[in-house]
Nanobody, 119 residues
Framework: QVQLVESGGGLVQPGGSLRLSCAASGSISSINAMGWYRQAPGKERELVAVITSGGSTSYADSVKGRFTISRDNAKTVDLQMNSLKPEDTAVYYC??????????????WGQGTQVTVSS
C-alpha cells in the first residue's frame, strides 16, 4: 500500500520561511511526478508546484520566486517556502503521480499539513 507522509508545517510570521517534506513508501514501481497542492478555508484545492522525474518544475504564479520544489531522490519531494505571506495560509497536500507494481498509474495524496502565516 502506497503512503505519502508529509512533515514540516507550522506557524510562521509573515516574511518567514518553512520547509515541507514528503516521502513516498510502499510497493512503488515508478513515480512520474510529485508536487504540492494547498487548500485554504472556503477555497478549492490548488496546485502550488510540481516536479517531474526528469527535474522539470512548474509553479503557481502566486508563489513564483518565493517557493522552490526539489527532489532529493525518487521518492521524496521538498517545498522550500520563503517570504511567506498570510495568504499562503492553507493545508498543504503532497501529491504523487505513480504506478504501483501490478497496478495502473494514478494519483496519490498525503494527509495534509497545516501552514499558518500570521503575526
Amino acid at each position: 500500500q502506497v503512503q505519502l507522509v508529509e512533515s514540516g508545517g507550522g506557524l510562521v510570521q509573515p516574511g518567514g520561511s518553512l520547509r515541507l517534506s514528503c516521502a513516498a513508501s510502499g510497493s512503488i514501481s515508478s513515480i512520474n511526478a510529485m508536487g504540492w497542492y494547498r487548500q485554504a478555508p472556503g477555497k478549492e484545492r490548488e496546485l502550488v508546484a510540481v516536479i517531474t522525474s526528469g527535474g522539470s518544475t512548474s509553479y503557481a504564479d502566486s508563489v513564483k520566486g518565493r517557493f522552490t520544489i526539489s527532489r532529493d531522490n525518487a521518492k521524496t519531494v521538498d517545498l522550500q517556502m520563503n517570504s511567506l505571506k498570510p495568504e499562503d495560509t492553507a493545508v498543504y497536500y503532497c501529491n504523487a503521480d505513480l504506478r504501483e507494481y501490478y497496478s495502473v498509474r494514478r494519483a496519490y495524496w498525503g494527509q495534509g499539513t497545516q501552514v499558518t502565516v500570521s503575526s
